[in-house]
């Protein structure tokens, strides 16, 4: 049987021959991605914020909330594979942070974690949404933190994935990078520059055909300037004070191959947070829930089950 990936690549092939492929790929790449939305029966929606701006976000599912924030360089179709298997289960609502993807890229803010936290706070009330669950991937990890910190009694868990936002952990591949040749391999300024993030954010990459990760290159591109400017920021931002013995019944998740945060984080929030678990994922990077969705979806669902199991 043919994956839908190899679908997509056959498709892209067949333009070749025809020609005009590069005109045609931005529409087969929106059309992958609105398939992919359409499995996981999400929508795009927008929510104006009280001070003018806007959060572009996905929206599927019935239940009990929860709020999935993407990290550095990310948006909210980081986690449009894994809510495929959510999305039965719970309502499950994944903003654009701003600065990222289609919401609001305001260049003269704040973009720490805090401040973040504060702008998902003023999301979730406009939507209305109450007490939620939460989960982040890397800079989402830890300003989902610091909103757990911020507003506690308002967050019923957390879930973790290869969070950032604890600077004192030990240093990673990325980190040496960046000391040692003052190069981040994390920001873009061409289409190689995004091919080659593929390989180093994840250990299993899925397969997306080149033209079309070259279309999905271009926001990332557009945007150089906001995320030079949201990575000094958060750089050696920390929000391990601030979560310190915070007793949110919390899922820590991380990718073993992890080059950007290093694998030995997930034990240190194990000690940040006294209602914790840890998984550790073999042969995975920074991003399980799309390196393994499925993986990721049922480890989390299992320990949704056995919140109450929690010592408190």
């Not at 020609?19 to 795009?44: H, K, M, N, Q, Y």
């Not at 030079?228 to 820590?252: C, K, Y």
């Amino acid at each position: 049987m043919i994956s839908r990936h190899h679908a997509i690549a056959f498709i892209l092939a067949a333009c070749a021959v025809l020609g005009g492929c590069s005109s045609l790929a931005p529409r087969v790449t929106d059309a992958a991605i609105s398939f992919e939305r359409g499995r996981a029966e999400l929508v795009r929606k927008d929510v104006a914020l009280a001070d003018g701006l806007h959060m572009a976000y996905l929206e599927g599912g019935q239940g009990e909330p929860l709020v999935l924030v993407h990290g550095f360089g990310g948006n909210k179709d980081n986690f449009t594979r894994v809510a495929r298997w959510l999305t039965p289960h719970y309502r499950v609502i994944v903003p654009d942070l701003l600065g990222f993807g289609e919401s609001s890229h305001p260049q003269d803010v704040s973009y720490t974690y805090a401040a973040q936290a504060e702008r998902l706070h003023a999301f979730v009330r406009a939507l209305a949404l109450g007490n939620a669950h939460f989960g982040g991937n890397s800079m989402g990890g830890a300003i989902v933190l610091s909103y757990a910190a911020q507003y506690r009694g308002e967050v019923s868990s957390l879930w973790l994935l290869d969070a950032a936002g604890v600077p004192e952990a030990p240093a990673s591949e990325l980190r040496k990078i960046i000391e040692g040749t003052g190069r981040n391999p994390l920001l873009v300024a061409n289409e190689d520059d995004f091919a080659r993030l593929f390989s180093f954010a994840m250990s299993a990459p899925p397969y997306i055909p080149r033209m079309m990760v070259n279309v999905m290159a271009r926001e990332r591109i557009e945007n150089q300037a906001v995320e030079r400017r949201v990575f000094d920021q958060i750089a050696t931002d920390s929000v391990t004070q601030q979560v310190r013995g915070l007793t949110t019944p919390t899922l820590i998740v991380w990718g073993d191959e992890d080059r950007v945060l290093h694998v030995g984080t997930a034990e240190m929030l194990h000690t940040l947070l006294p209602r914790s678990r840890v998984i550790v994922m073999q042969h995975v990077g920074h991003i399980p829930m799309v390196e393994r969705p499925q993986q990721s979806a049922q480890d989390y669902l299992r320990f949704r089950s056995e919140l109450a199991t929690l010592p408190n």
